[in-house]
Antibody
Framework: QVQLQESGPGLVKPSETLSLTCTVS????????WNWIRQPPGRGLEWIAK???????NFNPSLKSRVTISVDTSKNQFSLNLRSVTAADAAVYYC?????????????????????WGQGSLVTVSS | QSALTQPASVSGSPGQSITISCTGT?????????VSWYQQHPGKAPVLIIY???KRPSGISLRFSGSKSGNTASLTISGLQAEDEADYYC???????????FGTGTKVTVL
């Protein structure tokens, strides 16, 4: 059974860097794409970024200038750094596995869904 | 890139059927048959309940079904049960902006 677990500080000061790590068990990180998704209190979900074990990345354009995502295959982990945080970055941060889009038939695509999620890590931004 | 549009709330009595819409554009929902749906109970992580518009992961109740027409996807819950009370989110890839966009979310209340 695939399991994901977020870890990292629950409190970050404004203007500092938010750092989280996701540990994957039950599957090799050298498969699929691995993602960060966040949810501000009482609000909806926002996709942040994804990474492949090779280091290939994609970012939400609205956050791209402040986000770094990395993978450590030896530890089966991937990490998120979000720089210069403000109160607007306070949220529950989830890591999730993405089955990527692939050609599955003549002119057809399959995939592009988040099938396993971590339990979430609440990050508060306050001095 | 705007979030996909969902009704803020939908309610129904036990045993009834309800449908949640998810409206996007030809650049996301209308682009591929790759819409997914997630159920989220309070304080819990989202759970995948529909992928590729109509497919259910193993273990997901047959009461959940999905469809799509043009730029609007829909999730139908049949035989509504108390345990279905949760928030529901749709999601689609938007290739023009190379990002995944979620819906605004719908709170389902079982009366």
């Amino acid at each position: 059974q695939v399991q994901l677990q977020e870890s990292g500080p629950g409190l970050v000061k404004p203007s500092e860097t938010l750092s989280l790590t996701c540990t994957v068990s039950g599957d090799s990180i050298s498969n699929y794409y691995w993602n960060w998704i966040r949810q501000p209190p009482g609000r909806g979900l926002e996709w942040i970024a994804k990474i492949y074990y090779s280091g290939s990345t994609n970012f939400n354009p609205s956050l791209k200038s402040r986000v770094t995502i990395s993978v450590d295959t030896s530890k089966n982990q991937f990490s998120l750094n979000l720089r210069s945080v403000t109160a607007a970055d306070a949220a529950v941060y989830y890591c999730a596995r993405l089955t990527p889009r692939y050609v599955c038939g003549s002119g057809s695509y399959c995939g592009d869904y988040f099938d396993y999620w971590g339990q979430g890590s609440l990050v508060t931004v306050s001095s | 890139q705007s979030a996909l549009t969902q009704p803020a709330s939908v309610s129904g009595s036990p045993g009834q059927s309800i449908t949640i819409s998810c409206t996007g554009t030809s650049s996301d929902v209308g682009n591929y048959n790759l819409v997914s749906w997630y159920q989220q109970h309070p304080g819990k992580a989202p759970v995948l309940i529909i992928y590729e518009v109509t497919k259910r992961p193993s273990g997901i109740s047959l009461r959940f079904s999905g469809s799509k027409s043009g730029n609007t996807a829909s999730l139908t819950i049949s035989g509504l049960q108390a345990e279905d009370e949760a928030d529901y989110y749709c999601c689609s890839y938007a290739p023009g902006n190379s990002l995944y966009v979620f819906g605004t979310g719908t709170k389902v209340t079982v009366l």
